[in-house]
């Protein structure tokens, strides 16, 4: 068994010291009660304003802000993960997840595949590598990145090259609920894996966040869940309920994938082609008004 503290927070944006400062001693709380690891929001570091990090923060800056993360967990003795962006060398912006050990060693490293909103596409770039897998004492970790989760794609393919333990930093503002409340745990029950997720919490750059972080369970029980204001969470996660989960109903051993290819081959077009169709004279729901 692990130990897996969870912040949550609000962040000030383009305040690295303060907000790093607030990771600094999330750490320090997180370590004394025995945590192993100390999960953060996403863009936690520099806070989360897609536009104003792109406009006001120096890519040259970057090295050293990641240098004091790996020193906060290497003073702490703790492994940590942030998320910040990251700039490739063509130039493109990418918001990342990084976990890095108790002396600071990087250990795994992420970049979001699916942004949100306008001013995310606008800010950076989209990536396109799968979830990595590293052992982290004796469990199966990977990462994903907030609306990533969304998708059972990203989680399944985590899920498949073997993850136990899916960490997750994400900025959810208030009006999803639903997130956390419902997909998250479904996502941890179909892919059978724990998965933590630390959104921030309170007002930054006129966003509102919901909070509400979660961390569920490989069978989709509540671990521990946070409400609205700023929380350091706690919970016990270990690969056994992982494993014991897909002893039980197997479904990564179960899946077709084979099928599930032919099953998506060329079928989008056909499909909206045959829904969008009007209905016609004597066909139910002619004369009817549509939902969407």
């Known amino acids: 068994m692990v130990l897996l503290a969870l912040l949550q927070a609000n962040a000030a944006v383009l ?86 050990d108790h002396d600071g060693a990087e250990l795994l490293n992420y970049a979001k595949v699916h942004l949100f909103g306008a001013e995310e596409r606008k800010a950076f770039s989209p990536a396109s590598e799968p979830p990595a897998v590293v052992d982290f004492h004796g469990i199966k ?23 136990e333990l899916l960490l997750v930093p994400t900025a959810l503002a208030q009006g999803f609920d639903s997130v956390p409340q419902i ?15 630390a959104n921030h919490a309170g007002e930054e750059d006129g966003c509102e966040f919901l909070g509400g972080s979660v961390i569920a369970g490989a069978d989709g029980s509540l671990l521990a869940a946070a409400g609205p204001a700023p929380e350091l969470l706690f919970a016990e996660v270990s690969a056994a309920s992982a494993r014991n989960a897909r002893e039980v109903v197997p479904y990564l051993r179960e899946r077709r994938p084979d099928l599930y290819r032919d099953w998506e081959s060329g079928v989008p077009e056909a499909g909206l082609a045959a829904s969008a169709r009007p209905a016609a004279a004597g066909e139910a729901g002619a004369g009817g008004s549509s939902t969407y």
Request: aromatic share 6%; proline share 6%.
């Open 183 to 197: 997909l998250l745990r479904a996502r941890a029950l179909e892919s059978q894996l724990t998965v933590a997720y």
């Open 15 to 100: 305040d690295v010291e303060a907000n790093c400062g607030a990771v600094d001693n999330a750490a320090r709380t997180a370590a004394a009660a025995g945590a192993r690891v100390l999960l953060t929001p996403e863009l936690f570091p520099v806070g989360y304003a897609p536009l104003r990090v792109r406009d006001g923060l120096d890519p040259a800056r970057l090295p050293s802000i990641r240098r004091k993360l790996a020193d906060i967990a290497r003073r702490n003795g703790i492994a940590l993960v942030y998320s910040l962006p990251a700039v490739t060398a063509d130039g493109r912006w990418h918001i990342t997840a990084t976990l890095v």
């Open 141 to 163: 970790t990977s990462m994903v990145i907030c609306y990533d989760v969304e998708f059972p794609e990203a989680v399944r393919a985590a899920a498949t090259r073997g993850a």
